[in-house]
């Protein structure tokens, strides 16, 4: 901690051996996410993502607490709202399923494609390079804390839409979709699950977000792109003629994260979707990886 | 650890060629060799093609043809071992506005797989104290000026012990004093035997700390050498200081003096050949009826070496 250790040259000594030993050390996958998430955008977009849960259950208590609680059960909304009021648990499957198809993966897109272009524009990608962080062990710490954040990002939805449930909705045993009762804490796991399935259904477009921000000096650029592609593929999702391309966009499969809660868990599409997520990330990981490895840094 | 290299180049580059995607020709054949322990200045119009060089030196760019070695190793091949004993400034600093100065070089200093994380609180307060910025340290390094960056980045390049420090126009944004003593560093570095290349547009930047210059422009590489004897290489000016310009450039005329320009105080003209003794043409100028307020040959300067290479100011881009 002292001076005292300030001075000792042992750690200049190096020549190839030591350093090539040390080089997966985690500090800079440690300094990534300090880095991150010490950032004001990060900490907005996580404010606005825990938002999404709060405002659904406020809207849901108020609709529903004029008339008598039973009556709650509309057509419309996302999936599992009308078994909220009965139980706060399916709050978070609702809150989910609410920001799955915009706020989670736009969040994700303005992270992931912040993540280079961002450093080149701000200039330090260059000192980075050069103190030397080497470019495969960049590009994959900024996958990594990418997908760290995808992670924070889904737990962040789920456990402020658990405190919201928790706070305005009676909790206790959970109906799943085949009808059959499971018990409160089996119910807390399944939603467990739901949100780890849910990150991962990010990673998609967090490899996507990677590859475009190798393509640009521009952070701001890259973000917009991401996003954009973002909405492109929602829209394609939804044209009945595009059926033939529909199994290949990322975003085809999101919503089967609700078929952990059927009784016996439907794993089919489940697994479908993550493969196609790892499809996506081994395709464009491999993509920024050519492009980065290969790339004048100019900025 | 300069006795390891000494008498090595800790730079050398072969017939070192970019082409940028639209054609144009950055960097033309550069063959640079900078000794070990110098302090190399690295002089050239804006444009000249030196920050270029700089990056395929760092390894950030890759050179379109011939061969670039660092610390005897090729570039940018061997990055991940030469780079750890490289610091660098490159086009000014760039900093993370949102952490505060040390977490800044904490950053830095993360990046580097060579640097021991035990260590790293106390690289980093002794390299913010080595460029004086221990006291703004804690505050966020958007509120600091273009000078405190600079430093920051100083510091960044100064993080670990280094056998060669890249400066490329370190005292940008600095106010005199602060250039004061970023030329003191340089100078104390470089005693302790740390190889320094320093790129700057300011002449007498050069003149004052480098042992070592060379000179670009339009991409290719004019001169190399110490700069003693690029200075040497530009002839000096015979100034004559007089009342009577109109008599003192007959006489020196008469003596076989080129090259006179006459003004209003005084005649300059090129130094007579080695064998003429000054004394013999002050003389001469004194029995002519000149009265003569001053004489001598004054010094070529960096400068005029530079005009005189590339015939043109120093401003104009290439």
């Known amino acids: 901690m002292s001076q005292a250790e300030a001075a000792p040259v042992g750690a200049v000594t190096v020549d190839s051996v030591p350093v090539r030993k040390r080089i997966w050390t985690l500090g800079l996958f440690r300094s990534e996410l300090v880095t991150t998430f010490r950032r004001w955008r990060t900490l907005a977009l996580l404010a606005v993502l825990a938002g999404v849960p709060i405002l659904v259950g406020i809207a849901v208590k108020i609709e529903t607490s004029g008339d008598s609680p039973a009556a709650g059960g509309g057509g419309g909304g996302p999936a599992f709202i009308a078994q909220i009021t009965n139980n706060g648990l399916f709050l978070v499957f609702t809150a989910l399923a609410a920001t799955l198809p915009f706020f989670l993966p736009m969040a994700v897109g303005v992270v992931a494609g912040d993540a280079i272009a961002g450093e080149a524009s701000a200039g330090t990608l260059r000192y980075l390079l050069v103190a030397p962080a080497g470019r495969t062990r960049l590009l994959l710490t900024k996958y990594a804390a990418t997908m760290t954040f995808c992670l924070v990002a889904t737990l962040v939805v789920a456990a402020t839409a658990l405190a919201t449930g928790a706070l305005l909705f009676p909790l206790g045993d959970v109906v799943t979709i085949s009808g059959t009762r499971i018990g409160f804490g089996e119910g807390l796991v399944r939603a467990l699950l739901i949100a780890l399935v849910v990150a991962a259904s990010l990673v998609g477009i967090a490899a996507l977000g990677l590859f475009v921000s190798t393509l640009t000096n521009s952070g701001i650029a890259a973000m917009a792109t991401t996003v954009g592609l973002l909405i492109t593929v929602q829209i394609l999702d939804q044209i009945p003629q595009l059926h033939a391309i529909q199994p290949y966009l990322f975003s085809h499969r999101w919503l089967s994260f609700a078929d952990l809660m059927r009784e016996p868990v439907y794993w089919d599409d489940l697994v479908k979707n993550l493969g196609l997520q790892g499809l996506y990330a081994a395709v464009f990981g491999s993509a920024a990886w050519a492009r980065f490895t290969a790339k004048d840094i100019t900025a | ?318």
């Open chain 2, 1 to 318: 650890m300069a006795a390891s290299t000494a008498g090595e180049s800790v730079i050398e580059t072969r017939a070192l060629t970019k082409r940028y995607g639209g054609g144009q020709l950055a960097v033309d054949g550069l063959d640079l060799t900078v000794p070990a322990g110098s302090v190399f200045g690295f002089l050239g119009p804006n444009g000249s093609g030196k920050t270029t060089t700089i990056r395929m030196l760092m390894g950030l760019i890759a050179p379109t043809s011939g061969a670039a070695r660092v610390l005897g190793e090729p570039m940018p091949r061997a990055t991940r071992t030469v780079l750890p004993h490289v610091g660098a400034l490159i086009e000014g600093p760039a900093l993370y506005g949102y952490l505060s100065g040390r977490d800044n070089l904490i950053r830095y200093d993360s990046a580097d797989p060579a640097a021991d994380p035990r260590t790293r609180r106390a690289r980093v307060a002794t390299a913010l104290d080595r460029v004086g910025l221990t006291a703004a340290a804690g505050k966020k390094a958007k509120a600091y000026s273009l000078g405190m960056k600079q430093r920051l980045g100083l510091a960044a390049a100064l993080l670990q012990p280094r056998r060669l420090l890249v400066l490329d126009e370190p005292t940008n944004g600095l106010d005199p004093q602060g250039m004061r003593e970023i030329r003191s560093l340089v100078r104390e570095l470089a005693s302790d035997g740390t190889t320094v290349f320093l790129s700057s547009h300011l002449l007498d930047e050069i003149e004052q700390v480098c042992t070592h210059a060379a000179v670009m422009a339009r991409g290719r590489l004019l001169t190399q050498g110490p700069v003693a004897e690029l200075a040497a290489g530009a002839r000096g000016r015979l100034v004559v200081t007089t009342p009577d310009p109109g008599d003192a450039a007959r006489v020196l005329k008469e003596r076989g003096v080129a090259d006179l320009t006459v003004t209003d105080d005084g005649v300059t003209g090129e130094p007579p050949a080695p064998g003429t003794d000054l004394a013999d043409l002050n003389a001469a100028l004194v029995a002519a009826g000149v009265r003569v307020r001053g004489f001598g040959v004054e010094r070529a300067s960096l400068e005029d070496a530079f005009v005189a290479l590339t015939g043109e100011g120093f401003d104009v881009a290439g």
